[in-house]
């Protein structure tokens, strides 16, 4: 047997060694400086230009690199870093970028010198598990009860956004929708569905001061017929269905023969007796309000409006579970297996408004609501869309502090802490991992130096003294105010930050640039554009050696 031949065609392009991780590091580090200036209470905005020719005007780090469109594979999967940070814990996008980006850029000087990729990865490894270490030493427990130390602790995670404007505001809207929401999972624990349970309207129009959390949900419906039904009703009783209330259209699914001019006349007669059925089902129950995610006839409306019934029809999968959540009903398959469990009593009101042009439906003044939506109001769609993303990030840091309720300083602080002590440590590592090791610790001064670029203060005046007062690892809460780019105390200046927001961001950040740093060729597949002005292809001409070797078909 001889061993199989592989050809590389022209169309596989191939770089290795030392030329692949400086292009891939180069890559990176143009990641990180696009996205660099908006790190900071005094970060620069972007203005992104998407698709559509729409324009979004934002400094989410998350929202700027979504936008990009680059080729790159390394470039990639830095812009992947940002959005699964933001799926994970929802703040440190931009951190975690910048991050990645120095870690990169000072292991590209061992790279030149020949270092093996893998010896500064196993350096960076222990330099984060020593980081993590840190992080628990400095970390402050805090009571996720206390609303005043969590609104303080969610203004200054937010307090670098354009929200920040706004006071209060929005920290108080994403700390109310939390602790809507968060349920008991035992042994002390609790969990925040914000994805599922806490759902944001953005309706133009009014002032942003006009936002609330609603203490139940409001969905962009009326009810289905607007002259019969009631649009207000005080502690309605709610049935939830997914089933549709009207018959099954049977033209494509039947075959009946019809004899009689009277027969389809019975047929009819059956349709509406299997309609009129399923109602009496349901109105046994003497419910207020109907709701189903499918369609309902115009029969079934009759008889649920004789009754004093309020329905309303297709509604979404995800509404009808958070109204299920908020007013304790369960959603039910068929109206035949109802039961009065199912019906849902918990709401206080039900009510149609128009607000602009359009209905929504409130079922709202609930008992214990474990779903709720956010109703932003705001003069035009941009702003909106911007408080929505900065409300997200809030909510996010709130549900972070609920489930582990640690903290630790803000400001460039931890950083420079966990820097200070892994230069320390750098001492007693031993052999060739020494000198990566201390390369990590220098690249977290990454953080606090770019908040002092962003601040527009002396940046190596301002690094030095900060190095000068974290050097044998004390003074842990000294850090930068973003603001004015004094040197302050964390503590005082209540700039705080999330425990599992920074361990998230350090994991991501060493565990890419490992990943990174691990990739040594680049095999692309993808064939060349023919050159403009080649000309067209020249025909291929088939011989007689070319039809024998087809394989004729058979007739």
Known sequence: MHAPVVVLKDSLKRESGTKVHHANIQASKAVADIIRTTLGPRSMLKMLLDASGGIVVTN?????????????????????????????????????????????????????????????CRAYNKALEDAIAVLDNIAMAIDPRDRATMLVLVKSCIGTKFTSQFGDLIADLAIDATTTVGVDIGEGLRDVDIKNYIKVEKVPGGQLEDSRVLKGVMFNKDVVAPG?????????????????????????????????????????????????????QILKFKPDLVITEKGLSDLACHYLSKHGVTAIRRLRKTDNNRIAKACGAVIVNRPDELQESDVGTGAGLFEVKKIGDEFFAFIVDCEDPKACTVLLRGASKDLLNEVERNLQDAMSVARNIIKNPKLVPGGGAT????????????????GIEKWPYEAAAIAFEAIPRTLAQNCGVNVIRTMTALQGKHANGENA?????????????????????????????????????????RIDDIVSGIKKKQAPGSGPAKPKIETEADADSEQILPD
């Open 477 to 517: 809460w000294i850090g930068i105010d973003g603001n004015t780019g004094a040197i302050t105390d964390m503590k005082e200046g209540k700039i705080w930050d999330a425990y599992n927001v920074k361990a998230q961001t350090f994991k991501t950040a060493i565990e890419a640039a490992c990943m990174l740093l």
């Open 415 to 430: 950083e420079l802490t966990v820097s200070a002590t892994l230069k320390q440590k750098s001492s007693s590592v031993e």
């Open 228 to 280: 019969k039904m009631r649009r207000k009703i005080v502690n309605p009783r709610i049935i939830l269905l997914d089933s549709p209330l009207e018959y099954k259209k049977g033209e494509n699914q039947t075959n009946a023969e019809l004899l009689k001019e009277e027969d389809w006349n019975l047929l009819l007669r059956m349709e509406e007796e299997y309609i009129e059925e399923i109602c009496m």
């Open 60 to 120: 989410d780090g998350n929202a700027i690199l979504r936008e990009l469109d680059i080729a790159h594979p390394a470039a990639k999967s830095m812009i992947e870093l940002s959005r699964t940070q933001d799926e994970e814990v929802g703040d440190g996008t931009t951190s975690v970028i910048i991050l990645a980006g120095e870690m990169l850029h000072v292991a590209e000087a061992f790279i030149a010198k020949n270092y093996h990729p893998t010896v500064i």
